[in-house]
T-cell receptor
Framework: LAKTTQPISMDSYEGQEVNITCSHNNIATNDYITWYQQFPSQGPRFIIQGYKTKVTNEVASLFIPADRKSSTLSLPRVSLSDTAVYYCLVVGYNNNDMRFGAGTRLTVKP | DAGVIQSPRHEVTEMGQEVTLRCKPISGHNSLFWYRQTMMRGLELLIYFNNNVPIDDSGMPEDRFSAKMPNASFSTLKIQPSEPRDSAVYFC???????????FGPGTRLTVT
């Protein structure tokens, strides 16, 4: 499984766009990139997944450059309720063995 | 669907006692995962099952831990004997096999004194 590196913490203000970048230099050809969100006292929640280029859903966008050695989770116009820990994971194709790292603790301020 | 159901939500026990955590996955999901979360070690995958069969238990800390999935709608994680260092939040998650979208339960907060 590819090792991931992401910032320990980030601060933002309400209404701003937040970009969290994750490095995964040794990602394999068949690996997918997945992001989860965890609120205090809750289990993680799936946000988005992608393989290359750009993926967008109602919650976030995921940008993956051509070399796939990094990925960026973009949260548009964050609110206080987006304060959470965000995890980047690299997962093998057809393999649901997922290992969570330390994640990025995002704090949104008023 | 009610989502992944875990019981109990909180458990306080004394060192040396047996602890059994229970999980009911989302109906139709055929993969089930047990995780443990602590401040020091973060979120760790303990074991996961596909179609009720254990696939990888390399994350199970030691022989004191065991997990079973007797059928598609029920799984247990047992600790015997429990130790204070087992204190953590234990999450159960389920998914369709080969899906990256896991659904987590509310967790069981275990305190071993």
């Amino acid at each position: 499984l590819a090792k991931t590196t992401q910032p320990i913490s980030m601060d933002s203000y309400e209404g701003q766009e937040v970009n969290i970048t994750c490095s995964h230099n040794n990602i394999a050809t068949n690996d997918y990139i997945t992001w989860y969100q965890q609120f205090p006292s809750q289990g993680p929640r799936f946000i988005i997944q992608g393989y290359k280029t750009k993926v967008t859903n109602e919650v976030a966008s995921l940008f993956i450059p051509a070399d796939r050695k990094s990925s960026t989770l973009s949260l548009p116009r964050v609110s206080l309720s987006d304060t959470a820990v965000y995890y980047c994971l690299v997962v093998g194709y057809n393999n649901n063995d997922m290992r969570f790292g330390a994640g990025t603790r995002l704090t949104v301020k008023p | 669907d009610a989502g992944v159901i875990q019981s109990p939500r909180h458990e306080v026990t004394e060192m040396g006692q047996e602890v059994t955590l229970r999980c009911k996955p989302i109906s139709g999901h055929n993969s089930l995962f047990w995780y443990r979360q602590t401040m020091m070690r973060g979120l760790e995958l303990l074991i996961y099952f596909n179609n009720n069969v254990p696939i990888d238990d390399s994350g199970m800390p030691e022989d004191r831990f065991s997990a079973k999935m007797p059928n598609a709608s029920f799984s247990t994680l047992k600790i015997q004997p429990s130790e204070p260092r087992d204190s953590a939040v234990y999450f159960c998650a389920s998914s369709f096999q080969d899906s990256y979208e896991q659904y987590f339960g509310p967790g069981t907060r275990l305190t071993v004194t």
